[in-house]
């Protein structure tokens, strides 16, 4: 009898995890007229990624009146906001912050990968460099796109508003609040792992087809650096998200499209919107 209960235990706690691997989600109940729907992004993707996720999103954007991503892309103030938190006050060099051997070291990494040094790159906040390294080659073709542009575009072609739960400031601030060594620890990291970066987003990538989400999630939370900026990068945010996305969702219904690492765990958006009274359940087909 007890072998039978715990089988039965462990079939209920499996259904229970592939039950959880989507990334698309239906948002319902607790008042609202039409249901919103959420949706997990990976910020870079090639384009057999997105031709096979194309269809779930276009069903999704047909049945809201928006779209709402992170961060408003669409818009060309946001854009240049983004850019010019990127670089140094005054176009500060950070190269005369470092040792002659580290300036060497990044200068000849970035030389050999990018045929650009530290004169030319040393103005962007470590930080944002660091961000910029740990994204180049990383996928597996010729021409990656960030799949938000893609899900702009879907919006723009079935004439759907686009707007953002956050403001360029917000997410800026996560990385310009960190102390000078944080930052340049972020970008020594994004050199020396370049490699593994390489393999880790592929591995991610292969995840994400899968809509294996929790496999995902738990290569994203593993990373040293993000252990160390969770609570900023996707707690916090998340947490200041949910009122915002209520408030919207209650407004129009909508498609919110955000970083598949923000939906999983007890603070993830899905936890966090259930905890509000919603009934969030996944969309398989």
């Not at 004439?159 to 739960?165: A, L, S």
């Not at 996707?234 to 949910?242: A, G, M, T, V």
């Not at 498609?255 to 905890?275: E, P, S």
Request: hydrophobic content about 40%.
């Amino acid at each position: 009898m007890k072998k039978i209960l715990l089988s039965v235990l462990v079939l209920v706690f499996a259904w229970n995890i592939q039950a959880q691997n989507a990334l698309m989600w239906k948002i319902s109940g607790n008042g609202l007229d039409r249901p919103s729907f959420l949706y997990g992004t990976i910020h870079l993707a090639c384009p057999s990624v997105i031709s096979m996720k194309k269809a779930k999103i276009e069903v999704a954007i047909l049945q809201v009146d928006q779209v709402c991503l992170e961060l408003d892309m669409d818009d060309l103030a946001v854009i240049q906001a983004v850019q010019k938190g990127s670089f140094n006050e005054g176009m500060h060099n950070f190269s005369d912050e470092l040792t002659e051997e580290g300036k060497e070291a990044i200068d000849d990494f970035l030389q050999e990968n990018f045929k650009a040094g530290l004169k030319q790159m040393g103005v962007m906040k470590p930080w944002a460099l660091a961000m910029f390294i740990s994204m180049q080659d990383v996928a597996d073709c010729k021409n990656p796109k960030p799949f938000e542009e893609f899900i702009i575009s879907l919006g723009k072609k079935y004439k759907k508003e686009v707007i953002g739960v956050e403001t360029p400031e917000e997410q800026l601030s996560i990385f310009n609040n960190l102390d000078r060594e944080a930052e340049m620890q972020l970008l020594v990291r994004a050199i020396e792992e370049h490699e593994q970066d390489k393999r880790d987003f592929k591995a991610m990538t292969r995840y994400y087809m899968k809509e294996d989400l929790q496999s995902l999630n738990n290569m994203i939370i593993r990373r040293d650096d993000m252990k160390k900026m969770k609570k900023e990068l996707l707690d916090n945010r998340n947490k200041r998200w949910i009122p915002r996305m209520v408030k919207i969702a209650k407004r129009k219904p909508t498609l919110f499209a955000v970083g598949a690492g923000h939906l999983m765990g007890d603070n993830g958006v899905i936890q966090l919107l259930k905890n509000k009274g919603y009934k969030v359940t996944p969309v398989k087909h």
